[in-house]
T-cell receptor, first 112, second 114 residues
Framework: GDSVTQMEGPVTLSEEAFLTINCTYT??????LFWYVQYPGEGLQLLLK?????DKGSNKGFEATYRKETTSFHLEKGSVQVSDSAVYFC???????????FGTGTRLTVIP | EPEVTQTPSHQVTQMGQEVILRCVPI?????FYWYRQILGQKVEFLVS????????KSEIFDDQFSVERPDGSNFTLKIRSTKLEDSAMYFC????????????FGPGTRLLVL
């Protein structure tokens, strides 16, 4: 069935380190792909998205490229900040459907 | 910026009791959703609601669950007879459109069934 597999956490990095959180998916057709972020005590917020192959989503220094050949949508940031500490969720939606399929989430902690 | 609110933030209930979780979506949004996350597991889709009716639901959303927009503003999820395995964080979400449109999530209600 349709699913998202996300890198297990937690991830702890020093400030200004490079971040990669892996995400791969299984889906029929051509899904749209998303990264959501959840800061402590808040709801999930859309971080970025890509709706077709080779699209790159970007926001707040984060990037992810929709790779159909490897069915991946890895999240990257060149230099993380303490304020990036949060839980990151990879998700997909299928063509014609409205619901999102989520990964398990990856907790990122950035230390000064 | 408009936001989605949910009440209560936490609820503890006895097995077999009914609970109602409430959400106030962003006004003018047309699609409404409930998701849940059991501790340590994935966020799972429960149901979507559009034009005053359920548009999609998952296998989790059985006869014990129901949703409604009683006053055109609030969006509620009712669990008629709670089970231990219903303990989870429940998230409400809404969007202007379907599919690729951004879904805006509330902060969640943590439900504990004893």
């Amino acid at each position: 069935g349709d699913s998202v597999t996300q890198m297990e956490g937690p991830v702890t990095l020093s400030e200004e380190a490079f971040l990669t959180i892996n995400c791969t998916y299984t889906a029929t057709g051509y899904p749209s792909l998303f990264w959501y972020v959840q800061y402590p005590g808040e709801g999930l917020q859309l971080l970025l998205k890509a709706t077709k192959a080779d699209d790159k989503g970007s926001n707040k220094g984060f990037e992810a490229t929709y790779r159909k050949e490897t069915t991946s949508f890895h999240l990257e940031k060149g230099s993380v900040q303490v304020s990036d500490s949060a839980v990151y969720f990879c998700a997909l939606s299928l063509t014609g459907a409205n619901n999102l399929f989520f990964g398990t989430g990856t907790r990122l902690t950035v230390i000064p | 910026e408009p936001e989605v609110t949910q009440t209560p933030s936490h609820q503890v209930t006895q097995m077999g009791q009914e609970v109602i979780l409430r959400c106030v979506p962003i006004s003018n949004h047309l699609y409404f959703y409930w998701y849940r996350q059991i501790l340590g597991q994935k966020v799972e889709f429960l149901v979507s609601f559009y034009n005053n009716e359920i548009s999609e639901k998952s296998e989790i959303f059985d006869d014990q669950f129901s949703v409604e927009r009683p006053d055109g503003s609030n969006f509620t999820l009712k669990i008629r007879s709670t089970k231990l395995e219903d303990s989870a964080m429940y998230f409400c979400a809404n969007s202007w459109g379907g599919a690729t449109e951004t879904q805006y999530f509330g902060p969640g209600t943590r439900l504990l069934v004893l």
